[in-house]
């Protein structure tokens, strides 16, 4: 029997500008749903690492059990390995694999997480089973996911809401859900969770000082152009280059806007096996 592989295309790809976004993530940002339920003897797989922030964090609160980082791409995988040796975090370690078909034994782990991951994967309900199969029973399966109709911004300069459209219309080609915070609750329960052993929730990021709009606008501003967002959007005919820097010049206008402000809400869910 062949074993399942992902047959979506990551949206963002791992352009400078996608992992400046990537490295600003914390446990603390990006898991804080999650936190008040661990321990420090737990084991916890993180899917969908990427440049390892979140799962480095996670490591100093399990300081007697470990934290395995998983990632598809394998070359990221480096830079999340220097980041632990940097900090001399030892009760980690990263591997490449595959989500929908995970190398661990039934019951291997106490928390079985992944962030801003099922938005792009084309069965995130068989990754959410899988991610079930390997979390012991009793154990937490945690999922936060943005859900990009949902982001907000201010003011309301022209442009945007088309960079909003773009953005829904290539996820989608590539065969992802881009609104998968929305989502993610009645995902986890297609993938065999009890209603009453799903958790759910919501938080957001927010942009909102000069420096915080001038970071968020600018990384757009260059993905937009320069990243796999850019190639797989020129390549599929869903926008031309010249749409795309269009696209990119709309970023940098609102970014200049003395008052400008960005939400991006997540849906969160914490699930009981």
């Known amino acids: 029997m062949s ?6 295309t990551y949206t963002h790809g791992h352009h400078a500008s996608v992992l400046r976004s990537h490295t600003w993530r914390t446990a603390r940002n990006s898991a804080g749903f999650l936190l008040p339920h661990i321990k420090p003897d737990m084991a916890i797989l993180d899917i969908g690492c990427g440049p ?46 595959d989500a929908n078909a995970l190398r661990y034994p039934d019951d291997s782990f106490d928390i079985v997480f992944c962030h801003q991951v099922l938005q792009h994967v084309k069965d995130p ?21 943005s859900d990009y109709g949902a982001f907000t911004w201010y003011p309301d300069v022209e442009g945007m809401k088309a960079w909003q459209a773009l953005y ?32 759910s929730s919501v938080s957001s990021w927010c942009y909102s000082t000069r420096e915080e709009v001038a970071w968020w606008s600018g990384l757009w501003a260059e ?6 967002f850019a190639d797989t959007a020129v390549a599929s005919g869903i ?35």
């Open 3 to 8: 074993i399942k592989t992902e047959t979506a």
């Open 52 to 97: 390892g922030t979140i799962t480095v964090d996670l490591a100093g609160y399990v300081p007697e059990g470990r934290v395995t980082g998983l990632e598809r791409a394998a070359k990221v995988l480096e830079q999340a390995r220097a980041l632990a040796a940097s900090r001399a975090v030892d009760n980690i370690d990263f591997v490449e694999g």
């Open 125 to 145: 309900v068989g990754v959410l089973r899988e991610m079930r199969r390997v979390a012991k029973p009793g154990g937490i399966v945690a999922a936060r996911e």
């Open 168 to 199: 829904g219309k290539l996820a989608a080609h590539n065969g992802g859900e881009p609104d998968a915070g929305r989502m993610v609750h009645a995902w986890a329960r297609r993938a065999g969770f009890a209603a009453e052993a799903i958790t």
């Open 223 to 228: 993905r937009t152009v320069a990243s796999s």
């Open 239 to 273: 926008a031309t280059a010249d749409q795309l820097a269009e696209v990119a010049e709309t970023w940098r206008r609102w970014g200049g806007e003395d008052d400008a402000w960005f939400s991006v809400p997540s849906g969160e869910v914490l699930c009981i096996k």
